[in-house]
Nanobody, 126 residues
Framework: QVRLQESGGGSVQAGGSLNLSCEASGLYYDRHCMGWFRQSPGKRRERVAVIDRLGGTSYADSVKGRFTISRDDAKNTVYLQMNSLRPEDTDTYYC????????????????????RGQGTQVTVSS
C-alpha cells in the first residue's frame, strides 16, 4: 500500500520559514518524480515544486527564489524548504508522486499525481 506522510506544517508570521517533509512507503521511490501542490477548500490545486528522479527541479513562478525542494532517496523522503513566507502562501500542502516523469513535465502533472498524501496545513499571518 502506497503511503505519503507529510509533516512540518504550522503557523508562522510573514517572512518566516518552514520545512516540510514527506516520507514515502510502498512505492518504487526512485522511479517517481516527487513534488508538492497546495489547495484550499473551493480553490483549484496549485502546483508548487517538483524534483525528478535525476535531481531536476521545477518551481511555480510564485515560489521561485523562496522555496527549495530536495530529496533523499536513501530515506525515501522529499523536503520543501519554504523561506520568506507570505500570507498568500497559506494553504494545505500535499505531497505528490508522479511515475516516471521528468521535472519539465512533472510540474504540470503534479496536480493530478499517481499518489498524494493527506496534506499538512501552512498558515502565514501578516
Amino acid at each position: 500500500q502506497v503511503r505519503l506522510q507529510e509533516s512540518g506544517g504550522g503557523s508562522v508570521q510573514a517572512g518566516g520559514s518552514l520545512n516540510l517533509s514527506c516520507e514515502a512507503s510502498g512505492l518504487y521511490y526512485d522511479r517517481h518524480c516527487m513534488g508538492w501542490f497546495r489547495q484550499s477548500p473551493g480553490k483549484r490545486r496549485e502546483r508548487v515544486a517538483v524534483i525528478d528522479r535525476l535531481g531536476g527541479t521545477s518551481y511555480a513562478d510564485s515560489v521561485k527564489g523562496r522555496f527549495t525542494i530536495s530529496r533523499d532517496d536513501a530515506k525515501n523522503t522529499v523536503y520543501l524548504q519554504m523561506n520568506s513566507l507570505r500570507p498568500e502562501d497559506t494553504d494545505t500542502y500535499y505531497c505528490a508522486a508522479v511515475l516516471l516523469s521528468l521535472a519539465t513535465a512533472c510540474i504540470e502533472e503534479v496536480v493530478s499525481p499517481s499518489y498524494r498524501g493527506q496534506g499538512t496545513q501552512v498558515t502565514v499571518s501578516s
